[in-house]
Nanobody, 115 residues
Framework: QVHLAESGGGLVQPGGSLRLSCAASARNFSILTMIWYRQAPGKQRELIAVIDSKNITSYASSVEDRFTISRDNPKNTVYLQMNSLKPEDTAVYYC?????????WGQGTQVTVSS
């Protein structure tokens, strides 16, 4: 069983930054591949960043060079540093993992980019 809890969302102006956190209750956190998704109103959920157990990362083209995913295994936490935010980054951001063929999702955190 894995419980995920996102935090750090909020309202930010275009060009600003936010750092999202996802705390996981999992004894085996270090072996989990962690993924950030987002879902904007009226749109499908979009995969935006992945980090695996070896700290290998990958990004959607829409966020590459602006967002950075990282993890702190002793704290059981994965982060998403978001810089140069744009209005089109407005969405609910979710963290996700899969363990023993079961998907786990957090409740999401709202990010709104607006002046």
């Amino acid at each position: 069983q894995v419980h995920l809890a996102e935090s750090g969302g909020g309202l930010v102006q275009p060009g600003g930054s936010l750092r999202l956190s996802c705390a996981a209750s999992a004894r085996n956190f270090s072996i989990l591949t962690m993924i950030w998704y987002r879902q904007a109103p009226g749109k499908q959920r979009e995969l935006i960043a992945v980090i695996d157990s070896k700290n290998i990362t990958s990004y959607a083209s829409s966020v590459e060079d602006r967002f950075t995913i990282s993890r702190d295994n002793p704290k059981n936490t994965v982060y998403l540093q978001m810089n140069s935010l744009k209005p089109e980054d407005t969405a609910v951001y979710y963290c996700h993992t899969n363990f023993l063929w079961r998907d786990y999702w957090g409740q999401g955190t709202q990010v709104t980019v607006s002046s």
